[in-house]
C-alpha cells in the first residue's frame, strides 16, 4: 500500500520560510500528479500547488503565487514545498496528495503556525 509521509511543519514567524517535504514509499512515484493541500482552522480544505507527473509543469493557487513553490525528486520519491513569505493566514495543516489512475493517497498532515 502507498503511503505519503510530510514533514518540516513547526512554528515560524510572519516573514518567514519553511520548507515542507512529502515522503512517498510503495507505490510508482513519478507516474502520480501530486499536490499539497492545506486546512486553516475554520476553513475547508483547498489546493496550495500541484505539479504533474511527466514534465513537471506546477501550479499554485493566486493566494500563493510568488511566495510557494512547489517541486518533485522523482529519484528520491519526494516532493517539496518551499514556503516564503509567510504570513498568519499561512496557518494551517498542510496535507500530501498523490493523484494516480486508479487510486489516490493522502498523507496525515504537517502543521505550520506563523506567529511571533
Known amino acids: 500500500q502507498g503511503q505519503l509521509v510530510e514533514s518540516g511543519g513547526g512554528l515560524v514567524q510572519p516573514g518567514g520560510s519553511l520548507r515542507l517535504f512529502c515522503a512517498a514509499s510503495?507505490?510508482?512515484?513519478?507516474?502520480?500528479?501530486m499536490s499539497w493541500y492545506r486546512r486553516a482552522p475554520g476553513k475547508e480544505r483547498e489546493l496550495v500547488a500541484e505539479?504533474?507527473?511527466?514534465?513537471?509543469?506546477?501550479n499554485c493557487a493566486d493566494s500563493v503565487k510568488g511566495q510557494f513553490f512547489i517541486s518533485r525528486d522523482n529519484a528520491k520519491n519526494t516532493m517539496y514545498l518551499q514556503m516564503n513569505s509567510l504570513t498568519p493566514e499561512g496557518t494551517a495543516v498542510y496535507y500530501c496528495?498523490?493523484?494516480?489512475?486508479?487510486?489516490?493517497?493522502w498523507g496525515k498532515g504537517t502543521l505550520v503556525t506563523v506567529s511571533s
Open positions: 496528495s498523490a493523484t494516480g489512475v486508479l487510486v489516490d493517497y
Open positions: 510503495g507505490f510508482f512515484f513519478s507516474s502520480y500528479r
Open positions: 505539479v504533474t507527473s511527466v514534465g513537471g509543469s506546477t
